[in-house]
T-cell receptor, first 113, second 112 residues
Framework: AQTVTQSQPEMSVQEAETVTLSCTYDTSENNYYLFWYKQPPSRQMILVIRQEAYKQQNATENRFSVNFQKAAKSFSLKISDSQLGDTAMYFCAFMRFNNDMRFGAGTRLTVKP | GAGVSQSPSNKVTEKGKDVELRCDPISGHTALYWYRQSLGQGLEFLIYFQGNSAPDKSGLPSDRFSAERTGGSVSTLTIQRTQQEDSAVYLC??????????FGQGTRLTVV
């Protein structure tokens, strides 16, 4: 089974600053997909960003960007200009080519005013 | 519907009773997933359906747990003889081929 590791159970950042959340994964496959999801207190899982493994260019969505290092099996999320609304649990996810999807344990991010 | 629908949103049951949790995926999505999330914790994989293939049941924690997906659409997760440690939020998600999964709001199960 594929494993996803998030080594930072909790993190905090001051409003307007930048924070990076770490994620590593273990797979022997060459084609796969990676995602970051956000789960605010409402419990609804929200897709933040996705990355296809065959693309070398790092994905970017507004203030959110990733650093995808395929050889190192690393997929970190950078949040720029942090906002209070970014406070949430963040989950890294790995999807195999057959759609099988597994998640990391999550990182609880708190943005402080 | 527009999104993944789960019912009930909350369920309180007595220890030892059976419960059924329902998930209506987005129409046309071939993959369907069930995850369990204990308070403040990550998503524990339970089971995964993909099209007509045999489901991946490797995450089911015991034989008290079972799930089915009828007609490639609606799925039901059944927990027999519930225990207090089964208390959690059960999340369902669906996905078209090779793209992100869309989640329902979850069912919060409380076993008393």
């Amino acid at each position: 089974a594929q494993t996803v590791t998030q080594s930072q159970p909790e993190m905090s950042v001051q409003e307007a600053e930048t924070v990076t959340l770490s994620c590593t994964y273990d797979t022997s496959e060459n084609n796969y997909y990676l995602f970051w999801y956000k789960q605010p207190p409402s419990r609804q899982m929200i897709l933040v960003i996705r990355q296809e493994a065959y693309k070398q260019q790092n994905a970017t969505e507004n203030r959110f960007s990733v650093n995808f290092q395929k050889a190192a099996k690393s997929f970190s999320l950078k949040i720029s200009d942090s906002q209070l609304g970014d406070t949430a649990m963040y989950f890294c996810a790995f999807m195999r080519f057959n759609n099988d999807m597994r998640f990391g344990a999550g990182t609880r991010l708190t943005v402080k005013p | 519907g527009a999104g993944v629908s789960q019912s009930p949103s909350n369920k309180v049951t007595e220890k030892g009773k059976d419960v059924e949790l329902r998930c209506d995926p987005i129409s046309g999505h071939t993959a369907l997933y069930w995850y369990r999330q204990s308070l403040g914790q990550g998503l524990e994989f339970l089971i995964y359906f993909q099209g007509n293939s045999a489901p991946d049941k490797s995450g089911l924690p015991s034989d008290r747990f079972s799930a089915e997906r009828t007609g490639g659409s609606v799925s039901t997760l059944t927990i027999q003889r519930t225990q207090q440690e089964d208390s959690a939020v059960y999340l369902c998600a669906s996905s078209p081929v090779l793209t992100e999964a869309f989640f329902g709001q979850g069912t919060r199960l409380t076993v008393v």
